[in-house]
């Protein structure tokens, strides 16, 4: 992630009132909380080195190591990440049937969900050609900017 990138997300934080913000890729994890007027970086470090970490951050737990004999069920798997941050819903209205379940077969331009942002519901597409293999968060969930909500096997 770039300056300008982080700068942004800093900006918006303004803009919206926000006061705490956090979100995590494959390499980075970023967190920002705003308490007066200027926002301060809480943690900003790359995940493969937590001991770059300030000492104010919040101990990072690691997973388990594996076995080296084992498997990750997931690989190959593509993410479907959350664009905003928001509420995760898997369908269009209470009543209806969800965009997508386990098994459905998804283009790039096939919805998969809805992200309630700030009483406004953005529809997110699945921008994958492929097999949904696995839905990662429940039902009215809060979801972070970034953080994967499907898996779907490539086609």
Known sequence: ??????????ELMKVN????FSMKDNDFELAL???SNEPQVVYAAPSA?????????????????APADAVDEDDGLIEIP???????????????????EVGT?????????????MKVMNEIKA?????????LVDEASPVQYGQPLFL???K
């Open 17 to 20: 009132d926000l006061t705490e």
């Open 49 to 65: 080195a937590p001991a770059a970490a300030p000492v104010a951050a919040a101990p990072a737990t690691a997973p388990a190591a």
């Open 33 to 35: 909380k705003r308490g």
């Open 82 to 100: 959350s664009p905003i941050v928001g509420t995760f819903y898997r369908k269009p209205a209470p009543d209806a049937e969800n965009f997508a």
């Open 127 to 135: 921008d994958v050609k492929g097999i949904i293999r696995k839905i």
């Open 105 to 117: 077969e998804v283009t790039e331009d096939t919805v998969v969900c809805i992200v309630e942002a």
């Open 152 to 154: 779907v096997e490539p």
């Open 1 to 10: 992630m770039e300056i300008k990138d982080i700068k942004r997300i800093v």
